[in-house]
T-cell receptor
Framework: GAVVSQHPSWVICKSGTSVKIECRSL??????MFWYRQFPKQSLMLMAT?????????EQGVEKDKFLINHASLTLSTLTVTSAHPEDSSFYIC??????????FGPGTRLLVL | DQQVKQNSPSLSVQEGRISILNCDYT??????FLWYKKYPAEGPTFLIS?????DKNEDGRFTVFLNKSAKHLSLHIVPSQPGDSAVYFC????????????FGQGTELSVKP
């Protein structure tokens, strides 16, 4: 299968700061990547679709000014949580796929906002 | 509106027996279905998928069955092993949605020795 990495794997930050999470497809190019969020004991909720060379498409209820997505190249997408607050604490996961059907997921990033 | 549903939050099975995980969906436009396995604090790992033009796909110990008329799919694991203990998510997508996946709530499988 395809390999997707995320960095950092976990981050603790103070309320009000911004945090950037990177998602990389290591052995393939991905024109589209996806960002998900998971709260404990809950399902993965799609936040946005990251498109290389164009603006991200956000799901309903997701603040685009708070969760900035940049798809800088065919192998890198970044999610920046701006002015983070404790309620933003969650597990953030990205995915990418060679083909549109099968998505391969990164290992996730645990964010804790104090 | 929960388009993909896994109604059993947990399932316990004896080692060597069959595990059957179920998933229902409401959107008849879904044309591709996937099963993922997930451990805590890790990303989901792809297991197996099925296109809507098929009713069965098999890969080793894992078989996925699709019943389009009932809008139901299931994952069979035979024989179950303790290492299979994890949370299993089913997901669905539409061909014209650019690969966007809609996930079920997950079922926690526990395989006891």
């Amino acid at each position: 299968g395809a390999v997707v990495s995320q960095h950092p794997s976990w981050v603790i930050c103070k309320s009000g700061t911004s945090v950037k999470i990177e998602c990389r497809s290591l052995d393939f190019q991905a024109t589209t990547m996806f960002w998900y969020r998971q709260f404990p004991k809950q399902s993965l909720m799609l936040m946005a679709t990251s498109n290389e060379g164009s603006k991200a498409t956000y799901e309903q209820g997701v603040e685009k000014d708070k969760f900035l997505i940049n798809h800088a190249s065919l192998t890198l997408s970044t999610l920046t949580v701006t002015s983070a607050h404790p309620e933003d604490s969650s597990f953030y996961i990205c995915s990418a796929g060679r083909q549109l059907e099968t998505q391969y997921f990164g290992p996730g990033t645990r964010l804790l906002v104090l | 509106d929960q388009q993909v549903k896994q109604n059993s939050p947990s399932l316990s099975v004896q080692e060597g027996r069959i595990s059957i995980l179920n998933c229902d969906y409401t959107n008849s436009m879904f044309d591709y279905f996937l099963w993922y396995k997930k451990y805590p604090a890790e990303g989901p790992t792809f297991l197996i998928s099925i296109s809507s033009i098929k009713d069965k796909n098999e890969d080793g110990r894992f078989t996925v069955f699709l019943n389009k008329s009932a809008k139901h799919l299931s994952l069979h694991i035979v024989p179950s092993q303790p290492g299979d203990s994890a949370v299993y998510f089913c997901a669905a997508s539409r061909g014209n949605q650019g690969g966007k996946l809609i996930f079920g709530q997950g079922t926690e499988l526990s395989v006891k020795p």
